[in-house]
């Protein structure tokens, strides 16, 4: 048996306005929204077979961790895309800073935050 990703779940301040930047950008669509099971909202944006589960609790709470040093941080949400300079593009009109351009055996890749502070990695595996 091999087990498959069905979704992550990410607490955010706004999850119907990351899902709109994400259907833009990433080409994804809303497949459910309403009231989170402990409180709050949730909006499951994505494709057919995986999703991100986005939530906001009724009181958020910031932190300043940095989660690369934090035991169970959420580093980064790494998206592959058929077109790299495309998906920059759609980045950039999205109000988002691509940054930490690297080529690499297999393909190339950029990074970027959102609003919330999630960092994204898109990942170009075509030749």
Do not use: C
């Amino acid at each position: 048996m091999i087990a498959t990703l069905e979704h992550t779940n990410i607490t955010v301040k706004d999850p119907h306005a990351t899902a709109r930047w994400m259907h833009q950008v990433f080409g994804w669509r809303t497949r459910w929204q309403g009231p989170a099971i402990d409180g709050g909202q949730s909006v499951h944006v994505g494709t057919e077979g995986q999703y991100l589960a986005l939530y906001a609790p009724d009181t958020p709470e910031l932190t300043e961790t940095d989660s690369y040093k934090t035991l169970g941080g959420l580093n980064h949400v790494g998206v592959t895309v058929p077109d790299l300079p495309a998906a920059r593009a759609r980045v950039i009109a999205a109000g988002f800073t691509p940054e930490k351009f690297a080529d690499y055996e297999p393909g190339a890749r950029f990074y970027f935050r959102d609003e919330n502070g999630v960092e994204y990695e898109v990942v170009s595996y075509a030749a």
